[in-house]
């Protein structure tokens, strides 16, 4: 701590004052949008001040009105005309997506009294998801569970799963719901993907069943039997990062075989070759099969990546900087 009249507030303090959560306080200081003031360099505690207070609180309003990070971050750093352009865009936005909700709630309200609650979301949202998550579905016959999407429904959002062992890729979407029960459902990668990207698109269901409804376009989707593996533990368990790097997503040569990536105090470099890229944490040395890390960052929102290394023998975690509702873990392999 230094000697300064400046106060210091604890990451519990400042979280209070700031009405943001100590878990968005640490995301956005990871992304370098509201960096601390003062990291203990032993505890590695984190402590801000009172006039960072006006920057947390754009952040966090912007964010309540469903500004995405990257707008955010030009909202922050251009001047107050910039700013307020970009905001009155967003309304607009928001506005139009009102208008789409209120013409599918139309359809919603005969669903009432379905014994499943009823989502609705952006068609368009709803066809990213599934393209970014579907990737990472297993293709092996000998675990037929992992060929399809674990698409789970509760009463404000819609989350879809997908694993191989080697990936995994999870999503989720903000919806509109109906009163009743959450559910789940194993739905076959190929019969998630055909109906238009435009509108909304609801999802309901029945107690052996799954229904996408796009523009009045009905498709009953195929599932998938089985207990599909427990996702949250997976994630939860996960080993605190020892190494974070920020790198554009087209790092991953356009190769086969097996990557070799070295982060440390030098930078990044893959197979050799220098990486323009932030590195954080200590020197680490891992290995990865390439068509699995290409197919892994391939499915990203946006040109960056925060990439999370905990030792050479974890999962990575692969975040895009972007869209923090889209996680994809990476297996490494032995070099």
């Not at 003062?38 to 207070?53: E, L, N, P, V």
């Not at 379905?114 to 990213?128: G, I, L, M, W």
């Not at 399809?148 to 919806?175: I, Q, W």
């Not at 470099?269 to 068509?291: K, L």
Request: aromatic share 6%; glycine share 8%.
């Amino acid at each position: 701590m230094t000697d300064s009249d400046e106060e210091f507030l604890t990451i519990g303090v400042f979280a209070r004052s700031s009405g943001l959560t100590p878990s968005a306080l640490r995301f956005y200081d990871d992304c370098a949008l509201l960096v601390p003031a003062f990291i203990d360099a032993k505890s590695g505690y984190r402590y801000y001040t009172r006039a960072q207070a006006k920057r947390a609180n754009i952040i966090r309003q912007l964010r309540e009105i469903g500004m995405p990070l990257d707008k955010v971050a030009s909202a922050l750093d251009g001047d107050g005309a910039a700013a307020v352009d970009i905001v009155d865009r967003h309304v607009d936005e928001l506005a139009a997506r009102a208008r789409a909700a209120a013409e599918a709630a139309v359809s919603i309200r005969r669903l009432f009294d379905e014994k499943y609650c009823t989502a609705t979301v952006s068609a368009a949202d709803f066809a990213s998801a599934v393209e970014q998550v579907a990737s990472a579905a297993g293709t092996s016959e000998e675990f037929p569970v992992l060929r399809g999407v674990l698409v789970e429904v509760d009463g404000g959002s819609v989350t879809l799963t997908a694993t191989d062992r080697y990936r995994l890729s999870t999503r989720s979407l903000v919806v509109q719901s109906s009163p009743g029960a959450s559910w789940s459902r194993i739905a076959a990668v190929g019969s998630l993907g055909a109906l238009p990207a435009s509108g909304n698109c609801v999802l309901t269901a029945t107690d052996d069943a799954m229904v996408l409804e796009v523009e009045g376009v009905q498709q009953i989707v195929d599932l998938v039997d089985g207990d599909f593996p427990d996702w949250r533990t997976i994630i939860d368990g996960l080993a605190p990062t020892a190494t974070r790097v920020v790198v554009p997503r087209d790092f991953v040569p356009l190769d086969s075989g097996t990557l070799r990536i070295d982060a440390g105090p030098d930078g990044l470099t893959v197979e050799g070759v220098p990486v323009p890229a932030r590195v954080t944490g200590s020197e680490m040395t891992v290995f990865f099969d390439a068509a699995v890390l290409q197919a892994a960052v391939a499915s990203a929102v946006g040109p960056d990546l925060m990439l999370d290394l905990a030792a050479p023998d974890h999962p990575m975690l692969v975040r895009s900087a972007v869209d923090g509702a889209l996680t994809t873990l990476v297996m490494p392999v032995l070099g």
